[in-house]
């Protein structure tokens, strides 16, 4: 995956997170989080700019994640980088946003791990994403509102805002029209501040994207106008790095970076429709972890016999 002999246990770190936390719960989409963990990882460690002790600073960069039903992929981030928690009035509480013991609630009543990411319910979350395509269109008016920011109140001789907006979404989310309508938006608007991150599986909970879903999605985008980008393999950190650059670098269009993963990489239902909205199985939990060269133990462990699930 990497030359750095740390990324590879992070990304699976990430990634047996997500399993444990379903696994557990007994609910949920595993098969996003394990295919999309190494661009999720990336994204986070190299590019986001952020301060999980200040996760209200204002010049934050944002992070959307459009396919919700994958959240476990952002409590796992949340808990691995230490984001904190904050109070309805923005107050640093000095606690973290999520522990391992709300992992461990995961999809539960109450949970501060909720089946999809719920803004002020969770700290370090920046819009609630429930519906697919939900979170692209919001994310295009988080960058409208960045640049009108930096209009406003940047001087020459001090910037005050210049964030990016970073949005993940997946096969479902370019179905929906509001994420083409949004797209023709933000071309439109010349948001060079926005970057989408398209997680194309091709796999949904129906069933593979072709009984639905044929079209070049990377055509579209050019032809409204945005700069578009593809990364052959999810697991190449480098790759998915370059195309980051690409957008950072880019100062007259939105970004589209199309990224070919697998769902449910390293599981036994790995590019099957069985991986996108059902745990794996005790067994099939440590099938996963061993492809991975990760300990056997964890979510087993976790599991309730009687799971509420809460979205």
Same mark, same amino acid.
């Given at each position: 995956?990497?030359?750095? =002999?740390?990324?590879?246990?992070?990304?699976?770190?990430?990634?047996?997170?997500?399993?444990?936390?379903?696994?557990?719960?007994?609910?949920?989409?595993?098969?996003?989080?394990?295919?999309?963990?190494?661009?999720?990882?990336?994204?986070?460690?190299?590019?986001?700019?952020?301060?999980?002790?200040?996760?209200?600073?204002?010049?934050?960069?944002?992070?959307?994640?459009?396919?919700?039903?994958?959240?476990?992929?952002?409590?796992?981030?949340?808990?691995?980088?230490?984001?904190?928690?904050?109070?309805?009035?923005?107050?640093?509480?000095?606690?973290?946003?999520?522990?391992?013991?709300?992992?461990?609630?995961?999809?539960?009543?109450?949970?501060?791990?909720?089946?999809?990411?719920?803004?002020?319910?969770?700290?370090?979350?920046?819009?609630?994403?429930?519906?697919?395509?939900?979170?692209?269109?919001?994310?295009?008016?988080?960058?409208?509102?960045?640049?009108?920011?930096?209009?406003?109140?940047?001087?020459?001789?001090?910037?005050?805002?210049?964030?990016?907006?970073?949005?993940?979404?997946?096969?479902?989310?370019?179905?929906?029209?509001?994420?083409?309508?949004?797209?023709?938006?933000?071309?439109?608007?010349?948001?060079?501040?926005?970057?989408?991150?398209?997680?194309?599986?091709?796999?949904?909970?129906?069933?593979?994207?072709?009984?639905?879903?044929?079209?070049? &999605?990377?055509?579209?985008?050019?032809?409204?106008?945005?700069?578009?980008?593809?990364?052959? =393999?999810?697991?190449?950190?480098?790759?998915?790095?370059?195309?980051?650059?690409?957008?950072?670098?880019?100062?007259?269009?939105?970004?589209?970076?199309?990224?070919?993963?697998?769902?449910?990489?390293?599981?036994? &239902?790995?590019?099957?429709?069985?991986?996108?909205?059902?745990?794996?199985?005790?067994?099939?939990?440590?099938?996963?972890?061993?492809?991975?060269?990760?300990?056997?133990?964890?979510?087993?462990?976790?599991?309730?016999?009687?799971?509420?699930?809460?979205?």
């Amino acid at each position: 995956m990497s030359s750095n =002999d740390l990324e590879t246990p992070s990304v699976n770190t990430i990634r047996t997170l997500c399993m444990d936390a379903i696994l557990a719960a007994n609910s949920g989409h595993p098969g996003t989080p394990m295919g999309i963990a190494p661009v999720a990882y990336t994204l986070w460690q190299r590019f986001l700019r952020f301060d999980p002790a200040d996760p209200i600073w204002p010049n934050r960069d944002r992070f959307v994640l459009s396919e919700g039903h994958a959240s476990a992929l952002l409590w796992s981030l949340l808990h691995l980088t230490g984001v904190q928690a904050v109070d309805p009035d923005y107050e640093v509480l000095g606690r973290p946003a999520v522990t391992l013991d709300d992992l461990r609630t995961f999809r539960q009543l109450g949970s501060r791990c909720p089946g999809h990411p719920e803004y002020r319910w969770t700290s370090g979350v920046e819009t609630t994403t429930g519906r697919l395509g939900q979170g692209v269109a919001t994310s295009v008016g988080t960058a409208i509102a960045g640049l009108w920011l930096a209009a406003r109140y940047n001087r020459d001789d001090f910037t005050v805002f210049d964030f990016d907006v970073y949005a993940m979404a997946g096969d479902g989310c370019m179905m929906e029209g509001i994420s083409s309508e949004a797209a023709s938006l933000a071309a439109h608007q010349r948001l060079s501040n926005l970057c989408w991150i398209y997680d194309s599986n091709r796999v949904t909970i129906e069933g593979h994207t072709d009984i639905a879903f044929t079209e070049d &999605v990377a055509a579209w985008f050019i032809g409204y106008g945005w700069n578009v980008t593809t990364v052959a =393999d999810a697991n190449d950190l480098d790759a998915v790095a370059r195309a980051l650059h690409t957008f950072k670098s880019e100062n007259e269009r939105p970004t589209l970076i199309v990224v070919h993963s697998h769902i449910g990489y390293g599981s036994p &239902v790995e590019d099957t429709p069985k991986a996108h909205g059902a745990p794996f199985g005790v067994e099939g939990v440590k099938s996963a972890k061993r492809f991975l060269g990760m300990p056997e133990l964890g979510g087993a462990t976790w599991r309730r016999t009687s799971p509420c699930s809460s979205g």
